[in-house]
């Protein structure tokens, strides 16, 4: 195979950062092969990307040195608008990649300099959105009105139209659906397989890159220190953990029952048939212990302008002490709901109450006391200069004394991660750190309910696990939490209960246990945690349902040897 890639002892430092962001990186990318980069937030993994695209050093001010060959070009003497025409990429934040007011001129935006016919276009716009899963009745919505799900799956799409020879896709399953996530990871193995597209792929979910990479590089402080084939990098549990990354649960199982090494689910189902005996059962406390109803929403209804339908007689109650995850496809109304409770949108119909008083009752510093709400998209709140300033000014705003300020703020840095950045601009964060800026902002007003909209998205597996232990905990101050995700296996394993919204309606609501082996959560775009499907294969009693993989692991009775 001929190299796509080739990075040689690369090393990037931004301006106004002491430490670089890339440390001396050597890593090469075959032609045609998948190659996913893996490794803990603010590992460089995005500034590694960008580099393969000439943008680092071409447009962004900073310290480079080494050198990256992309195709033979020379990525610090050919410019950025060359090497584009040969590598596509899917950025972390789909907005910042929208121009256009359609989906359809979205997509023949970025196939217009390929000067293709009109037939081609046709062609590749419905190509390209059957790849990721939409319907051509998208092609005249609004890229902006569209659900975070949806807007990534388009922009996947615009790139995949050019066919191009690299695509670099940062993080593009974040936002999807379990069903979503598959079906984008089928996508780019058939574009790997049918146009020999070479693949970057950066992804925290460590189940589906055992499934779909050619090969596996895991960074941790800007090194590159762990790589090869799946089989090899996820048996090494102890260097994954410590760069931030979760093995698959199936890894991990064989691991602590001393079985050989697994690490793709099928594989498992095989080796696991053949040295299990039986299963014990588990004595589990489900019942939580909540207190007064704070939020009751009845019969909501919502519909935004242009007509679409996000609310169809919703109605859901929310308890003190209680974990409520709200699950379900892309485009369900979520988010709508979401915004309902805390009084950002206002209900066509039906009713909602906040500590027993109707929303409309409340002004919206009060309301916003009481209910704080974290949005999907960081940059939709953040707006002030620095980091310290970002978290301090709600409480500013509440006037409360300087003293107690700087405690708060600096409580909440810790806590998020954020310590060492309280005088960056938030401009310059990545993703990951913006989400938990927005996260700290509001967490540190105190309020009553917090609602939290896709809090783990390019978080690694570390920061998620210790961010539900944080909201866990939360509850059991007398607070309720509400979390939108997509994370199934994490809000299973913390939340006492999944409720799955779907068309519009609250259409489940019951512990996960209860709620993932009902017969309808394939229908319902819920993927079991791995641990689960492997016990549910195996022939498991489905009354048992193991969330964990220290409880599949109690559970089972191996044959004797």
Not at 65 to 89: H, P, Q, Y
Not at 171 to 179: A, G, M, N, Q
Not at 277 to 292: C, M, Q, R, S, Y
Not at 526 to 551: D, H, I, Y
Request: charged share 30%; aromatic share 6%.
């Amino acid at each position: 195979m001929s190299k796509a890639v080739v990075v040689k002892d690369v090393w990037w430092k931004y301006v106004g950062r002491e430490d670089y962001a890339l440390k001396g990186i050597e890593l090469e990318i075959e032609k045609g092969e998948l190659l996913a980069v893996m490794g803990h937030s603010g590992s460089g993994k995005t500034s590694l990307a960008l580099t393969l695209t000439g943008i680092i050093p071409q447009r962004i001010p900073g310290e480079f040195k080494g050198a990256v060959e992309v195709f033979g070009m020379d990525t610090l003497s050919v410019d950025v608008t060359d090497i584009a025409k040969r590598v596509a990429v899917v950025f972390e934040d789909p907005e910042i990649q929208f121009v256009m007011s359609t989906v359809e001129d979205e997509i023949v935006i970025s196939l217009e300099p390929l000067k293709l016919s009109r037939e081609e276009i046709r062609e590749r716009l419905e190509w390209s959105l059957e790849l990721v899963g939409l319907p051509t009745s998208f092609l005249r919505r609004a890229p902006l009105q569209l659900s975070g799900g949806e807007k990534q799956r388009v922009a996947i799409a615009a790139a995949v139209a050019r066919r191009p020879d690299l695509i670099i896709l940062d993080e593009p399953t974040s936002d999807l659906d379990p069903v979503g996530k598959e079906e984008v990871m089928s996508a780019l193995k058939r574009l790997r397989d049918e146009l020999d597209t070479t693949i970057l792929l950066i992804e925290h979910e460590s189940e589906h890159v055992a499934e779909f990479a050619d090969r596996v590089a895991v960074l941790k402080e800007g090194r590159v220190v762990l790589e090869g084939d799946p089989a090899f990098v996820f048996t090494q549990t102890q260097v994954l953990r410590s760069s931030g990354v979760s093995p698959p649960e199936v890894s991990e199982l064989s691991s602590a029952l001393g079985l050989p090494p697994l690490y793709r689910f099928e594989d498992a189902v095989e080796a696991f048939m053949r040295v299990v005996k039986e299963f014990k059962a588990l004595d589990i406390d489900e019942e939580p212990h909540v207190g007064d109803t704070l939020i009751e929403c009845k019969n909501v209804e919502f519909t935004y302008p242009g007509g679409v339908k996000a609310l169809r007689e919703a109605s859901i109650s929310v308890r003190e002490g209680e974990l409520i995850a709200l699950v379900g496809p892309n485009g369900g109304g979520k988010t709508t709901l979401a915004k309902i409770m805390c009084g950002l949108l206002r209900p066509d119909r039906g009713e909602v109450r906040v500590l027993g008083r109707r929303v409309e009752d409340y002004d919206r510093l009060t309301l916003s006391s009481l209910v704080g709400y974290v949005y999907q998209n960081p940059d939709h709140q953040i707006f002030n200069k620095t980091v310290y300033e970002e978290i301090a000014f709600g409480l500013k705003l509440r006037k409360l004394p300087d003293d107690e300020i700087d405690r708060k703020v600096l409580h909440a840095l810790e806590l998020f991660g954020l310590r060492g950045l309280e005088r960056e601009h938030p401009f310059f964060l990545s993703k990951g750190e913006k989400r938990r800026l927005a996260l700290a902002s509001v967490y540190v007003l105190d309020p009553k309910v917090l609602i939290v909209d896709e809090p783990t998205t390019g978080q690694d597996m570390g920061f998620n696990e210790l961010l539900f232990k944080t909201l866990r905990d939360l509850t059991r101050e007398g607070r309720a939490v509400i979390v939108i995700t997509h994370s199934i296996p994490l809000a299973s394993r913390y939340s006492d209960r999944l409720a799955v919204v779907k068309g519009g309606r609250v259409i489940a609501n019951d512990s996960p246990r209860r709620v993932l082996v009902s017969p309808e959560a394939d229908e319902w775009r819920l993927t079991k945690p791995q641990v689960l499907r492997l016990a549910l294969r195996l022939g498991l009693n489905s009354g048992l349902t193991p969330l964990s993989v220290k409880e599949l692991e109690k559970m089972i009775v191996l044959v004797a040897s």
